[in-house]
């Protein structure tokens, strides 16, 4: 059975920093594409971050050079490092692969 497994997120001030994961199970991470997608409230889904098989990756603009996504492919864990937190990052984030999705983690931006 495939699942992806997100942790991380939480209450954090602006300009803090967070990081969050998303164990996979059921399949290797290694030579499959990983993304992580958002959904602020009231909003619709928005793309983030894409990490792919070769370790090339590619960011939203709103969140270049502050988000950095990473694997462990020995852990089977995709990363999302967010640096310099700004409160329009409040949003659930979800880790996707293929049509796989995880529950989401609430990441809330706030001071």
């Known amino acids: 059975e495939v699942q992806l497994v997100e942790s991380g997120g939480e209450l954090v001030q602006p300009g803090g920093s967070l990081r969050l994961s998303c164990a996979a199970s059921?399949?290797?991470?290694?030579?499959?594409?990983m993304s992580w997608v958002r959904q602020a409230p009231g909003k619709g889904l928005e793309w983030v971050s894409r990490?792919?098989?070769?370790?090339?990756?590619k960011y939203v603009d709103s969140v270049k050079g502050r988000f950095t996504i990473s694997r462990d492919n020995a852990e089977n864990t995709v990363y999302l490092q967010m640096n310099s937190l700004k409160p329009e990052d409040t949003a659930i984030y979800y880790c996707?692969?293929?049509?796989?999705w995880g529950q989401g983690t609430q990441v809330t931006v706030s001071s």
């Open positions: 059921g399949f290797t991470i290694s030579n499959v594409a």
């Open positions: 990490i792919n098989g070769g370790g090339h990756s």
């Open positions: 996707n692969s293929r049509s796989y």
